[in-house]
């Protein structure tokens, strides 16, 4: 049975840094393709993150100011996030699939139950 466990989140303002972690169970992260995911209310859900063997991928807007990576002994998969900006504000998901990059959630078939990141003004 394969688990994700996402924790991290919380209240930050502007500025601040926050780091989330997933714990996965079940699927080694060395050997899937994970991404991290975030939906604000009312927005569907948007990639915000990934990570494969070799390569890691992030949407525009975050891109220099979030950093995806990974502890294979840990089985874990992080996203470092800093110089946050309220409009960072929303539930934050891990997912993990089979397969290579993809920004479309459909094609992840794991995902945690998403951590909220807030980020006030």
């Known amino acids: 049975q394969v688990q994700l466990v996402e924790s991290g989140g919380g209240l930050v303002q502007a500025g601040g840094s926050l780091r989330l972690s997933c714990a996965v169970s079940?699927?080694?992260?060395?050997?899937?393709?994970m991404g991290w995911f975030r939906q604000a209310p009312g927005n569907k859900r948007e990639f915000v993150a990934g990570?494969?063997?070799?390569?890691?991928y992030y949407r525009v807007s975050v891109k220099g100011r979030f950093t995806i990576s990974r502890d294979n002994a840990k089985n874990t998969v992080y996203l470092q996030m800093n110089n946050l900006k309220p409009e960072d504000t929303a539930v934050y998901y891990c997912?993990?699939?089979?397969?290579?990059?993809?920004?479309?959630?459909?094609?992840?078939?794991?995902w945690g139950q998403g951590t909220q990141v807030t980020v006030s003004s």
């Open positions: 079940g699927r080694t992260v060395s050997s899937t393709f």
């Open positions: 997912a993990s699939r089979v397969g290579p990059y993809s920004d479309y959630e459909g094609w992840y078939d794991y």
């Open positions: 990570q494969s063997s070799i390569s890691t």
